[in-house]
T-cell receptor
């Protein structure tokens, strides 16, 4: 079943602004991952945060994880037109045998 | 190092036909999986494998069959295509041990069943 649920579903911002997306999940997890999908392409892994971590950075990406609220956020700072894509969160549930459950995705449009 | 290779990229089938979607990876990943992506539904897991000779069902396995005879290959078979199987299919692979690398996805197969 779908575990991750992203909010908001669609986001339109100006280049240079920050974009924030949220994801909630229902069960205990080993880790939570974020992926990007450009139109017509496969998903690309962006960042993984483990259940015992609270925050992680990678370049212009910042991910937070709150296991007590079962939620995560992805922040993209200083957005660029090339960041236009769909972003998915995915959870690796405890005892899930490495299976990832994906959310429905956030569509982000960065206007030059 | 090609990553995950899926063939074909596009396919049109008639209802009732069968076909195999191919997936191959050259990263020596133990774990391989098939997802389908439909508008507004996100990605749903069809079947997965944790190693050669081992397969298991995901969320939406009906109408699909898989096998894993080698570490590299994980084909997905549609037994008797139905219009409800019109979708974009993605193969993904990863190391089984917990790493920071996540899944590597193929570029997808866009399937239309008429």
């Amino acid at each position: 079943s779908q575990q991750g649920e992203e909010d908001p579903q669609a986001l339109s911002i100006q280049e240079g602004e920050n974009a924030t997306m949220n994801c909630s999940y229902k069960t205990s997890i080993n880790n939570l991952q974020w992926y990007r999908q450009n139109s017509g392409r496969g998903l690309v892994h962006l960042i993984l945060i483990r259940s015992n971590e609270r925050e992680k950075h990678s370049g212009r990406l910042r991910v937070t994880l709150d296991t007590s609220k079962k939620s995560s956020s992805l922040l993209i700072t200083a957005s660029r037109a090339a960041d236009t894509a769909s972003y998915f969160c995915a959870t690796d549930a405890e005892g899930g045998n490495n299976r990832l459950a994906f959310g429905k995705g956030n569509q982000v449009v960065v206007i030059p | 190092n090609a990553g995950v290779t899926q063939t074909p990229k596009f396919q049109v089938l008639k209802t009732g036909q069968s076909m195999t979607l191919q997936c191959a990876q050259d990263m020596n990943h133990e774990y391989m999986s098939w997802y389908r992506q439909d508008p507004g539904m996100g990605l749903r897991l069809i079947h997965y494998s944790v190693g050669a000779g081992i397969t298991d069902q995901g969320e939406v396995p009906n109408g699909y069959n898989v096998s894993r005879s080698t570490t590299e290959d994980f084909p997905l078979r549609l037994l008797s295509a139905a219009p409800s199987q019109t979708s974009v299919y993605f193969c993904a692979s990863s190391y089984l041990a917990d790493t920071n690398y996540g899944y590597t996805f193929g570029s997808g197969t866009r399937l239309t069943v008429v």
